[in-house]
């Protein structure tokens, strides 16, 4: 029988690429969320589930702030803006440099719009050698903003710092029930999920800006008798030289992402997947408003 009795509603933000998927793979305990190197690797909010002790913690990882050049950059922006109302708390995550950039500040002025309390987590301190370094850090973001509840810096790569900000946030939790089930770690449906992981292996694979010009459908998601997934999948990209650079020669380049999506799919689905890909050219989707509907980026 569940212990939970309180609920705490924490949105995880900050600029492109500084971890904030990594922090909520490492807080749930598993990856639920798509990382790369690539900024804007996230598009949509993406809830995370913990529990601890009598408290349930959802995450709202969102996409990273930026300049939009696209209804879709549009869509993405929105999502941040939206993500910090009506939760407990904000979560502002920022790398270890001494300067608060526009994306940062534009986060805080929002924060100060909606009321809400703020904890800072500086992240990536494993690539510090010297930790006095992040005194400056603290003061820069502390000049700008002093009304952090708390300032903590972690590492979401080595977990280091993480058991000090479960604590920080469980100060914001309220009394109430259990949102999501025991064993559920995320509000995407498993379809999602597969679609999530073989854009992140586009984006490891592929070079500059061809997996940000893609998206992945899944149209077909059956389960057999035997428990092994059968699971079709289109993937549309915005010019026809790039349908050849996915597909590559002799299709090496969509076996190898296929392959290595296949293997992360079966890990997370906890059984055999076969996977059938095809790759369609869709131009200029990501300004074309019905089909960025119909993946679900609603910008209603």
């Keep these: 029988m569940s212990t939970i009795t309180k609920t705490a509603m924490i949105t995880v933000c900050g600029r492109p690429n500084v971890g904030k998927s990594s922090l909520t793979n490492a807080l749930v305990g598993e990856k639920i969320a798509i990382v790369s190197a690539k900024p804007q690797t996230t598009r949509n909010r993406i809830y995370g589930v913990v529990n601890r002790g009598d408290t349930q913690f959802i995450l709202l990882d969102t996409p990273g702030l930026h300049k939009p050049r696209s209804r879709l950059g549009d869509y993405m922006v929105k999502v941040v803006r939206e993500s910090l109302q009506s939760v407990e708390c904000a979560l502002l995550l920022v790398e270890p440099i001494a300067n608060v950039g526009a994306p940062e500040r534009a986060l ?82 498993d379809q999602q999920v597969c679609a999530e992981i073989i854009r992140e292996k586009m984006l490891q694979c592929l070079e500059k800006e061809i997996p940000h010009g893609t998206a992945v459908e899944v149209t077909r998601f059956t389960e057999r008798d035997s428990g092994i997934i059968d699971l079709d999948v289109t993937i549309y990209c915005e010019k026809a ?39 369609k050219v869709k131009e200029n989707w990501r300004d074309n408003v019905n089909f960025i509907r119909s993946q679900g980026f609603n910008e209603e």
């Design 108 to 189: 805080l002025d929002r924060i100060k719009e909606e009321h809400l309390p703020a904890v800072l987590c500086i992240n990536k301190i494993d690539t510090v050698a010297d930790k006095g370094e992040l005194l400056a850090v603290i003061a820069a973001y502390s000049e700008v903003y002093p009304d952090f509840k708390a300032i903590i810096p972690i590492s979401a790569r080595t977990g280091e710092g993480l058991d000090e900000l479960m604590e920080e946030l469980g100060k914001f939790a309220q009394e109430g029930p259990q949102l999501f089930p025991d064993g559920m770690t995320t509000d995407q449906p």
């Design 241 to 279: 030289s790039h349908k050849g650079i996915l597909i590559g020669k002799h299709g090496d380049m969509m076996k190898r992402i296929s392959t290595l999506a296949r293997q992360d799919i079966e890990k997370f689905m906890g059984t055999k997947v076969y996977l059938e890909t095809w790759v």
